[in-house]
T-cell receptor, first 111, second 109 residues
């Protein structure tokens, strides 16, 4: 996975619970991304970070917050989970001018 | 923002048959990338096309970029069971990728 790790691999939440999805890279790249993938919907960008300390909204940011405290880690937080947030979440990194490398994903179910 | 339509959404073939997926955009693209995602896996980069009319081959996979740079295709010759998965095209620009909806390929052995 080009040095991209995600934790946890699986998670079940109840509606209203909060949690943070963690992503870490060991390749020292500036750009990091969070996507969600739903059946038949492809990959939709939630948030991205072009460099340490900066974050920008993607296509579907509502209900999520992110944090890029250092170059290595980019976390995604659900403050109050909803069933509509049941999805597979992928973190990705992008070396400059190179394609994106994806982590293994977190499968989240919200009951 | 830019969008890309990918068709078909699903394709089921007999092993040995050919397979093609198409990506279409209403605007001119600077480049296009293709990714493959195996069932239960994560997307993996296959190739990037940049030039108008570009054709690139990877073994049984042939990638084309349209002359007007508004469409692209991925063709697999003589599919094998290892080709099963979802194929995505993606537009790159402004430090982001925009993905097509993907074409899910299933194969009857």
């Amino acid at each position: 996975n080009a040095g991209v790790t995600q934790t946890p691999k699986f998670q079940v939440l109840k509606t209203g619970q909060s949690m943070t999805l963690q992503c870490a890279q060991d390749m020292n790249h500036n750009s990091m991304y969070w996507y969600r993938q739903d059946p038949g919907m492809g990959l939709r960008l939630i948030y991205y970070s072009a460099s340490e300390g900066t974050t920008d909204k993607g296509e579907v940011p509502n209900g999520y917050n992110v944090s890029r405290l250092n170059k290595r880690e980019f976390s995604l937080r659900l403050e109050s989970a909803a069933p509509s947030q049941t999805s597979v979440y992928f973190c990705a990194i992008q070396p400059w001018t190179s394609p994106q490398h994806f982590g293994p994903g977190t499968r989240l179910t919200v009951l | 923002g830019q969008q890309v339509m990918q068709i078909p959404q699903y394709q089921h073939v007999q092993e040995g048959e050919d397979f093609t997926t198409y990506c279409n955009s209403s605007t001119t693209l600077s480049n296009i990338q293709w990714y493959k995602q195996r069932p239960g896996g994560h997307p993996v980069f296959l190739i990037q096309l940049v030039k108008s009319g570009e054709v690139k081959k990877q073994k049984r996979l042939t990638f084309q970029f349209g002359e007007a740079k508004k469409n692209s295709s991925l063709h697999i010759t003589a599919t094998q069971t290892t080709d099963v998965g979802t194929y995505f095209c993606a537009l790159s620009g402004a430090q982001k990728l925009v993905f097509g909806q993907g074409t899910r390929l299933t194969i009857n052995p």
